[in-house]
Every structure is written in structure tokens, then in C-alpha cells.
């Protein structure tokens, strides 16, 4: 069975500050997906950025990067700069070519002014 | 381009009645997604659609969950009878195999359920 696992129940972190998000995952397969998706109060999931688990370069988009370590199969999300407006919580989610994603608990994030 | 369209997007009922969410995809998009979020259960699978076609429906609760996709761009998911464990916010995704990208999946705003 596949797991994706988030340590961190709850995270703080102070505006223009940078937060790491963790998450760790188990799969048997060589060729996969990974995924952070934000939801916020409207409950809305907004995908924030993917991961190919053939590609060595971890993904970025804008503030958001992540640490792809796939030997120890680690996925974390850093988020520079950090605003009011990330205030949400985060899943992390896996998926092997077969299309259901697998999601983890999730980590709410709180941004303090 | 409009995302994926849910409605309603907040239900209350009673025990034993019927239940039906419906979800429009992205136009274009070949492949559909139920999940359902609890407090207890996180968000699991429920079923999908490849070319209106269900492709995996283990994760369909019991026989009181159906869903089904008549055309590329409409599909529902009936509860029948309702029960108040039904409770929880169900979400549509979509993704498409054209761009490659078919791993990606956009979901809607999700549908509130409340079975009292």
C-alpha cells in the first residue's frame, strides 16, 4: 500500500520568514508523481506545485520550491518570503501512474503578522 | 478557462434521503475524480472516469454510493439513502491525458454535505 505521511500536524511562521514543510512517502514504484496542494478556509485545493519522480531537478514556482529526496524518499516544501495569504493547510499527495492520488493528513499553517 | 464546476455547493439533509452532486470537468479534460474529506479519513478516493468510463470504484463506501458520467462534461454522485456518517465535503477533479500531464488534477470548489 501506498502512504504519504506529514509529521507536522500545526506550523507557524512569521511574514517575509521561510518555512519547510515536511512529508515522506512509500512507494514501490520507480515512476511517480508528487504534489503540494494548498487548501485554505473556502476548502478550495489549490495545486502548487508538482514534482516527476524521474526528474533530478527539484520543481519552483515563484516562493514555493521543494526538496525532492528520492532515496529517502522525502518531499518537503519550502516557502520563501511568506505571506499573510499562505495561511492554509498543506497536503502533500503521491501518485503512480495509475491516476488516484494518495494524500497526507495535511499541516496547517499559521502566518503571523 | 472555467475550472471544475461543482453544485451544490452546500447540501443539508435528512436521514434516508436522496443525495446528488454534481461535477462538469474542464472542457477537454478525459479523465474525472470523486474524493471525499473527512476529519477522520482525510481525503480518499471515491471513484474515476477515463472517456466517461469508471475505471476504479473500490474506494466506493458501500452500495448506497453510485456515480455516474453520461457525456465528457457531466457527472453525478448519488448517495441513496443518505446517512449521517455520509457527512463530509466531496470534490470533483479533472486532468487530461493530452498534455501529458494527465497526473495533474484540478479540483473544484467542493460540495458541503451535512446529513442530519
Known amino acids: 500500500a501506498q502512504t504519504v505521511t506529514q509529521s507536522q500536524p500545526e506550523m507557524s511562521v512569521q511574514e517575509a520568514e521561510t518555512v519547510t514543510l515536511s512529508c515522506t512517502y512509500d512507494?514501490?514504484?520507480?515512476?511517480?508523481?508528487l504534489f503540494w496542494y494548498k487548501q485554505p478556509p473556502s476548502r478550495q485545493m489549490i495545486l502548487v506545485i508538482r514534482?516527476?519522480?524521474?526528474?533530478?531537478q527539484n520543481a519552483t514556482e515563484n516562493r514555493f520550491s521543494v526538496n525532492f529526496q528520492k532515496a529517502a524518499k522525502s518531499f518537503s516544501l519550502k516557502i520563501s518570503d511568506s505571506q499573510l495569504g499562505d495561511a492554509a493547510m498543506y497536503f502533500c499527495?503521491?501518485?503512480?501512474?495509475?491516476?488516484?492520488?494518495?494524500f497526507g493528513k495535511g499541516t496547517s499553517l499559521l502566518v503571523t503578522p | 478557462d472555467a475550472g471544475v464546476i461543482q453544485s451544490p455547493r452546500h447540501e443539508v439533509t435528512e436521514m434516508g434521503q436522496e443525495v446528488t452532486l454534481r461535477c462538469k470537468p474542464i472542457?477537454?479534460?478525459?479523465?474525472l475524480f470523486w474524493y471525499r474529506q473527512t476529519m477522520m479519513r482525510g481525503l480518499e478516493l471515491l471513484i474515476y472516469?477515463?472517456?466517461?468510463?469508471?475505471?476504479?470504484d473500490s474506494g466506493m463506501p458501500e452500495d448506497r454510493f453510485s456515480a455516474k458520467m453520461p457525456n465528457a462534461s457531466f457527472s453525478t454522485l448519488k448517495i441513496q439513502p443518505s446517512e449521517p456518517r455520509d457527512s463530509a465535503v466531496y470534490f470533483c477533479?479533472?486532468?487530461?491525458?493530452?498534455?501529458?500531464?494527465?497526473?495533474?488534477?484540478?479540483f473544484g470548489p467542493g460540495t458541503r454535505l451535512l446529513v442530519l
Open positions: 477533479a479533472s486532468s487530461s491525458s493530452e498534455t501529458g500531464l494527465q497526473e495533474t488534477q484540478y
Open positions: 499527495a503521491q501518485t503512480n501512474s495509475g491516476y488516484a492520488l494518495n
Open positions: 472516469f477515463n472517456n466517461n468510463v469508471p475505471i476504479d
Open positions: 512507494t514501490s514504484e520507480s515512476d511517480y508523481y
Open positions: 472542457s477537454g479534460h478525459d479523465y
Open positions: 514534482q516527476e519522480a524521474y526528474k533530478q
